[in-house]
């Protein structure tokens, strides 16, 4: 059983950056894409950004530019670099990897970003 958890959430200003982190277990990690979502308030859960075992990268819209994900495979961890954080930034953000369903969720870190 694959256990994905968060951190590095929490309250920053707009203009303000924050780095996520999410640790794996398991050794499948290496050949797993991985990807990070968030949910806001009222919202359907989206995707944010993904990234492949080789390192290949996609982005929302929304954040291309401003977040940058990225993983170290040796310490089977996924980061998400946000900067320039604005208000609707503000959500639960969920760690996920793929495993051709529905895939491995983690328990969610929350952003809130004060305008």
């Known amino acids: 059983q694959v256990q994905l958890v968060e951190s590095g959430g929490g309250l920053v200003q707009a203009g303000g950056s924050l780095r996520l982190s999410c640790a794996a277990s398991?050794?499948?990690?290496?050949?797993?894409?991985m990807g990070w979502y968030r949910q806001a308030p009222g919202k359907q859960r989206e995707l944010v950004a993904a990234?492949?075992?080789?390192?290949?990268?996609n982005y929302a819209d929304s954040v291309t530019g401003r977040f940058i994900i990225s993983r170290d495979n040796a310490k089977r961890t996924v980061y998400l670099q946000m900067n320039s954080l604005n208000a609707e930034d503000t959500a639960v953000y969920y760690c996920?990897?793929?495993?051709?369903?529905?895939?491995?969720w983690g328990q969610g870190t929350q952003v809130t970003v004060s305008s």
């Open positions: 990234i492949s075992p080789g390192g290949s990268t």
């Open positions: 398991g050794t499948i990690f290496t050949f797993r894409i």
């Open positions: 996920n990897m793929n495993n051709g369903g529905s895939g491995y």
